[in-house]
């Protein structure tokens, strides 16, 4: 908390003189924007703002426990990130200055935020810093909140100490919706898993979670009308309605909201375990073990489902304060709606024409239930359909076709397609899934129904000590790409500030790349040595897991319970060594032959580095238990072509061209490295071809 200082700070004449002495030095001019999502607008001007332990801190106009927290937890991360210690009063509250006009940090804000932010709140804020002040301005403490975020990206040192260059920002997002969806089903994630991703979507401005709580492998929150929902169907693994509460107000004082997804009528054979009269097929059912998509569904002709939904999304309806409520809807299969012959003579008799016209049916039916409890429904573009009331939400995942078409009919909508962080995919490709691009197919009434989007993590193939890696840093990509104008949209400038944003994530708590060291010792044994440990560092730095649903094919033994500790899950989903060294080849062979050496000696370096922990790599895990062997081959694989890209450059370097049946030779050694083994592949094949073909004749 934070305390009011009643009697002038002492020394306050010499820190004048010291920021005034400052400015009169030679003036630093910060070259590059290192802030993720980038602000609207940004200015940089003459000038730096010194900061130390006597940093002063004070309030203008609005004043209360929320602000004051808020201000709080920012001034303890900027503590714990600088190392310096700022005044506290005798009850450990930092001290507050009386007077802004000489205080080095000024929240000048003008109205408190809402007790639980709501969609299309005001999030907007103006930072101003010179060398003798930052100012915050906002209309409301949201928009202090994500400013104070902005702050701390800022702050940043060199031999003089710390400091905030001198900048004028003014923000506001682009999207008033931001999220990502988080899945505890498929894997369960516990309570620090949930807060700890909170925080770092907060870092980044993100402000909705979409918290998937029911599954076919979990049924994951407390339900006290049913409680037999949440006993038989989760294992003993599932939220309390007060540890909800504590996500809830957690993310609140985050700026966040929190939007909970019920999946029906399909992915719900955790709702039939414990009432298999509800679903479409006799049962018994019980919990999924593995991956897919699985045929219990509830059904849509039994009134005991309405009656069972109208007590649990009541009771649900009053835990979640947000008034927009997920109902998923996605890959219902029909196969138990097919083979029910009582569903489908209901489908004839009330001219519902098919399984799409009785799930319609099913929605509305849901819909009205949800009006009753004040709530708007949202469900993945499965819901679309002639007869789906307007006010529902259609969330597109299955294509950008879906957002046209969700629009067209008048329905507001989210996107996700193109947001599967799960997939693995480079965050380069989120990043140009831009909702509404330049040349976007909607018309303006429909652009204005896109509410924004939200990043997607499925659990299948992750657990709590791998899914901050999977979610990390890749999505701040896409938090920037909903944040941010349109124009933002530099992909080396994004991976070179996503390497910023890692940092401050990990700052925040989060394990992204902590785990990673651990996870491999564990794998590696205690027999490795630390030159074979040292080149599995390399070497999973250098390899990626499969895209897609690939792993499924590889892995297809696993279930919920298997543990996930392999290569796959040691590697980023997309590896940052591959990307930079993609980008130095085409700088190498972009730059004229004179300016070639250096970026060339480079190049060359890193090849034989890889070359050499190959070989390493490849004699340890030929002789590890099975688990481990699997990867050798891309280990071979790897050796291989590290060798065809130095003997590439040796000849780009000696000016010579090799003849067409060379070329050939290496292509097809890439060609063999790029088959998938053991759940992995290869990145840099891509730019080890550039250079073969570099170093071959035409
Ligand atoms: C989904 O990915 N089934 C929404």
């Given at each position: 908390m934070l305390k009011s200082e009643t009697t002038p700070r002492p020394r306050r004449a010499a820190r004048l003189l010291a920021a005034l002495l400052l400015t009169a030095m030679p003036l630093l001019h910060a070259a590059s924007v290192d802030l993720m999502p980038i602000p609207a607008k940004l200015a940089w001007t003459e000038g730096r703002l010194a900061v130390d332990g006597s940093l002063s801190v004070a309030l203008k106009n609005h004043d209360d426990a929320q602000l004051r927290s808020t201000l709080t937890r920012a001034l303890r991360r900027w503590e714990e990130r600088t190392l310096l210690t700022f005044r506290r009063t005798d009850t450990a509250e930092f001290v507050l200055a009386s007077d802004p006009s000489r205080a080095q940090l000024v929240i000048d804000c003008a109205a408190p935020a809402r007790e639980i932010p709501m969609l299309g709140d005001d999030e907007s804020y103006t930072l101003t810093v010179s060398a003798q002040q930052a100012v915050l301005s906002a209309p409301n403490t949201l928009g202090v909140l994500r400013g104070l975020e902005t702050l701390l990206q800022l702050i940043q040192r060199d031999a003089d100490g710390w400091f905030v260059p001198a900048v004028k920002i003014q923000d506001t997002p682009r999207f008033a919706w931001r999220g990502l969806m988080l899945d505890p089903c498929r894997h369960w994630m516990p309570m620090e898993v949930i807060k700890r991703n909170l925080d770092a979507m907060a870092l980044v401005k993100l402000n909705v979670l979409h918290f998937h709580l029911t599954e076919d492998q979990g049924f994951r929150v407390e339900s006290k009308t049913h409680p037999e929902l949440h006993l038989q169907g989760s294992d003993g693994k599932f939220f309390t309605q007060d540890e909800i509460r504590e996500i809830i107000r957690y993310a609140a004082e985050r700026g966040i909201r929190v939007v909970p997804e019920f999946d029906m009528p399909g992915h719900a054979t955790a709702w039939v375990v414990s009432h298999p009269e509800l679903g479409s097929a006799p049962g018994p059912y019980v919990i999924e073990r593995k991956w897919g998509i699985f045929d219990p569904v509830l059904d849509p002709t039994n009134e005991a489902v309405y009656k069972l939904l109208e007590d649990f999304l009541g009771e649900m309806a009053a835990l979640f304060p947000d008034p927009y409520l997920h109902i998923g809807g996605d890959e219902n299969n029909g196969k138990h709606w097919n083979a029910n012959e009582r569903i489908q003579q209901f489908i004839r008799d009330n001219d519902l024409e098919n399984n799409e016209g009785i799930h319609a049916y099913f929605n509305r039916r849901v819909r009205d239930i949800l009006i009753k409890h004040g709530k708007k429904m949202v469900g993945w573009d499965e819901i679309l359909h002639p007869d789906l009331p307007q006010d529902a939400i259609v969330h597109s995942w299955r294509g950008r076709e879906g957002l046209a078409a969700a629009t067209a009919a008048g329905h507001a909508t989210i996107l996700s397609n193109g947001y599967y962080i799960d997939l693995c995919f480079p965050a380069s490709d989120h990043y140009h899934n831009d909702p509404i691009p330049a040349d976007s197919v909607l018309t303006p009434e429909q652009q204005k129904l896109v509410l924004g989007g939200e990043a997607t993590m499925w659990a299948e193939w992750v657990t709590p000590e791998t899914i901050d890696s999977r979610i990390w840093p890749r999505t701040a990509a896409i938090a920037e790409r909903l944040?941010?104008?349109?124009?933002?949209?530099d992909t080396r400038d994004m991976y070179r500030r996503l390497g910023y944003i890692s940092r401050r994530l990990e700052e925040a708590g989060l394990n992204h790349e902590r785990n990673r060291p651990a996870m491999i010792r564990r794998l590696a044994?205690?027999?490795?040595?630390a030159e074979q440990i040292a080149a599995l560092s390399l070497f999973i730095d250098l390899i990626e897991p499969v895209k897609e649903y690939h792993r499924g094919q590889h892995h297809h033994e696993h279930t919920q319970h298997t543990p996930l500790g392999r290569l796959a899950d040691c590697a980023r989903p997309e590896s940052f060594v591959v990307r930079e060294f993609s980008y130095r080849v085409g700088d190498f062979l972009s730059a004229p032959a004179n300016a070639r050496a250096e970026l060339a000696a480079d190049l060359e370096q890193q090849l034989t580095a890889w070359l050499d922990a190959a070989q390493v790599v490849t004699d340890f895990l030929k002789a590890s238990p099975a688990e481990l062997r699997a990867g050798a081959p891309v280990a071979t694989n790897l050796h291989e072509v590290s060798g065809v890209g130095l003997a590439a450059l040796d000849a780009i370097n000696a000016g010579t061209k090799h003849p067409a049946s060379w070329r050939t030779a290496q292509l097809a050694t890439l060609e063999k490295a790029a088959k998938e083994h053991d759940a992995l592949l290869l990145p840099m094949l891509g730019a080890i071809r550039e250079l073969v073909n570099a170093a071959s004749a035409p």
């Open positions: 944040w941010s104008p349109r124009e933002v949209n044994g205690d027999r490795a040595t």
